[in-house]
């Protein structure tokens, strides 16, 4: 069946640094991603959507570029902060009224 | 505004014991949604309610039963609990479907044993 994957499940940075997460998804007819950042003890965190009639969407210090050619997708943080620690997940729409999520991808900020 | 508020934030039963996971939200959301998360295997949703007075079924269903009592609160039953529940248990709120960001609360950490 359809599907949302990560390529990399860990990920670490040094503090100041840009970081760069990555996922595949597997949905073709997808429309919709978001990605969310989930600290430890805490839910999912949403950061930012995109929708497929765009190919890059920016907010604050992080930027979400979707290629849809590729069926790729990337979260890209900027300065990267011990405060960014955390797994961030990829996630699209499923059957019904359902959300995907990727199984998640670890960054480490490191001083 | 808090938000999406669990509750109990941790709890511990014994198999064959039941319980009721509670979730309130404020944020005059339609849907609503109760997802487990466990290591390695992602969040993956159980039951959801796309509007006040109706409820289906997710990934995961079975071994649990839910309640829109109203358009603020849905609750998560377990009848028996079996030591494959341990797990922890979101609540998530959508302002309507799979199209918007789900906002989700920050848990209920359930060990059965």
């Known amino acids: 069946g359809e599907s949302v994957g990560l390529h990399l499940p860990t990920l670490s940075v040094q503090e100041g640094d840009n970081s760069i997460i990555n996922c595949a998804y597997s949905n073709s007819a997808s429309d919709y991603f978001i990605w969310y950042k989930q600290e430890s003890g805490k839910g999912p965190q949403f950061i930012i959507d995109?929708?497929?009639?765009?190919d890059k969407r920016q907010g604050q210090r992080v930027t979400v570029l979707l290629n849809k050619t590729v069926k790729h997708l990337s979260l890209q943080i900027a300065a990267t902060q011990p405060g960014d620690s955390a797994v961030y997940f990829c996630?699209?729409?499923?059957?019904?009224?359902?959300?995907?999520f990727g199984k998640g991808t670890s960054l480490l900020v490191t001083p | 505004n808090a938000g999406v508020t669990q509750t109990p934030k941790f709890q511990v039963l014994k198999t064959g014991q039941s319980m009721t996971l509670q979730c309130a939200q404020d944020m005059n959301h339609n849907s609503m949604y109760w997802y487990r998360q466990d290591p390695g295997m992602g969040l993956r949703l159980i039951y959801y309610s796309a509007s006040e007075g109706t409820t289906d079924k997710g990934e995961v269903p079975n071994g649990y039963n839910v309640s829109r009592l109203n358009k603020r609160e849905f609750s998560l039953r377990l009848e028996s609990a079996a030591p494959s529940q341990t797990s922890v248990y979101f609540c998530a709120t959508t302002l309507q479907g799979n199209n918007s960001p789900l906002h989700f609360g920050n848990g209920t950490r359930l060990t059965v044993t």
């Open positions: 996630a699209e729409p499923g059957s019904g009224y359902a959300l995907n």
């Open positions: 995109i929708r497929s009639n765009m």
